[in-house]
């Protein structure tokens, strides 16, 4: 069984930072990354990485967020740095595997930025 398991959301003033993790399990992911999703709004990317370590991040966190990997834990990273009450969204891991190309998503960790 695929299985992301996200974790390190929380409540954090502006200026403030956060950690996401995600646990992969089940499968090897070609390509992992980060989604968010705010309150009426459209699930947006946040960044990406593939297995042998390029990475695309979105206009908006370009500078303040880093996504990193540990491939042999099966795991991805989401370091966010000076964050801003616009951030605030919930946080999905996403995993593209391997073999196949099947995309699995987590069940989502709730960012809060209070200004």
């Known amino acids: 069984q695929v299985q992301l398991v996200e974790s390190g959301g929380g409540l954090v003033q502006a200026g403030g930072s956060l950690r996401l993790s995600c646990a992969a399990s089940?499968?090897?992911?070609?390509?992992m990354g980060w989604y968010r999703q705010a309150p009426g709004e459209q699930r947006e990317l946040v960044a990406t990485?593939?297995?042998?370590?390029?990475?695309n991040y979105a206009d908006s966190v370009k500078d303040r967020f880093t996504i990193s990997r540990d491939n042999a834990k099966n795991a991805v990273f989401l370091q966010m740095n000076s964050l801003k009450p616009e951030d605030t969204a919930v946080y999905y891991c996403n995993g593209e595997t391997l073999v196949r190309s099947r995309i699995y998503w987590g069940q989502g960790t709730q960012v809060t930025v209070s200004s």
């Open positions: 990485i593939t297995i042998l370590g390029s990475t």
């Open positions: 089940g499968s090897i992911f070609g390509v």
